[in-house]
């Protein structure tokens, strides 16, 4: 390859629009514009002499030449890689920037009263926080620490396990005043998508065949649902239990529970900001999820 190919830039550009098989999907996950992605990959193009996309209708397909670049980048990509955290596992300054992923309703309601708590403690260490439900590749330092709620966390990364995350079966007071009695069956019902697969499987269980009069893909969007008075819902105890416009309605006929772990990659682990954020939010987070014995 061209000695011009130094520029790091130009093979993520490349990766991205090779994963997203497009330009504005490799626009959303490089945080650019679409016009930037289209300069970086002719030029890129350019540069070597070679077509390695194809532009099709339906989106960019990679060519021949494409298909064994792609391969090429991903291998410097995966050295780049492990130099970043290698150097970054070695940092023993407690300072920097330690970017932590979490899904809406723990960012939204867990983690801020910590996070203030934790920066008058180390104030120069900078917490970006990335919410979503995709789960961000620490190994490819897409993220430094993730908030992950699952029973079984994945074998190349290490950390901590926070607590356990119990759920019970919610409403808001008007709907349940205006429902008095109803079989759990009669009630409308607020669902999940298959980004929370463990409540789907949990609710199939609950109520095998029903189908929810709403579904979305958010705990928070679910707990504002069932706030409004459109149904029933499964929630998360330390979260609902502090709603006072939300009462549990009932427990769940078998225990359920999912594990919240904090968790980076062994690369990381010795990162003196990274070990600060996991050391202060281990215990803060597990006092959060200390069951609430609110009856209803």
Request: hydrophobic content about 45%.
């Amino acid at each position: 390859m061209n000695a011009q190919l130094a520029n790091w830039n130009d093979l993520r550009v490349f990766l991205a629009v090779a994963r997203a098989g497009s330009l504005s999907g490799a626009a959303r996950s490089l945080g650019v514009n679409h016009s930037t992605v289209f300069r970086r990959i002719a030029g890129f193009e350019e540069t070597l002499g070679v077509r390695l996309f194809d532009r099709l209708p339906t989106g960019y397909a990679l060519t021949p030449a494409g298909e064994e670049t792609l391969g090429i980048v991903e291998r410097i990509e995966a050295d780049v890689t492990t130099l970043d955290r290698t150097v970054t596992g070695q940092d023993l300054r407690l300072s920097g920037t330690v970017r932590i992923t979490a899904i809406d309703m723990l960012a939204f309601w867990l983690l801020p009263d910590h996070i203030q708590r934790f920066r008058a403690t180390h104030p120069g260490i900078e917490l970006e926080i990335v919410v979503g439900n995709e789960a961000l590749n620490l190994s490819r330092r897409e993220t430094d620490i993730a908030l992950r709620i699952g029973n079984s966390p994945p074998e190349t990364l290490v950390g901590r396990k926070v607590g356990k995350l119990e759920f019970a079966i919610y409403g808001a007071p008007d709907y349940c005043a205006a429902h008095p009695g109803a079989d759990l069956a009669q009630h409308d019902w607020i669902g999940f998508d298959n980004a929370h697969a463990p409540l789907i499987r949990q609710f199939e269980k609950l109520l095998p065949g029903m189908r929810p009069a709403v579904r979305t893909n958010s705990v928070a969007c679910a707990v504002r649902l069932t706030k409004a008075g459109l149904g029933l819902a499964l929630l998360p105890c330390a979260i609902a239990d502090l709603k006072p416009d939300l009462i549990r309605v009932a427990e769940l006929p078998e225990s359920f529970g999912l594990d919240l772990w904090l968790l980076t990659h062994e690369d990381l682990r010795h990162t003196a900001r990274i070990r600060a954020v996991m050391d202060f939010m281990t215990p803060a987070l597990g006092e959060a999820l200390t069951p609430n014995t609110k009856a209803v």
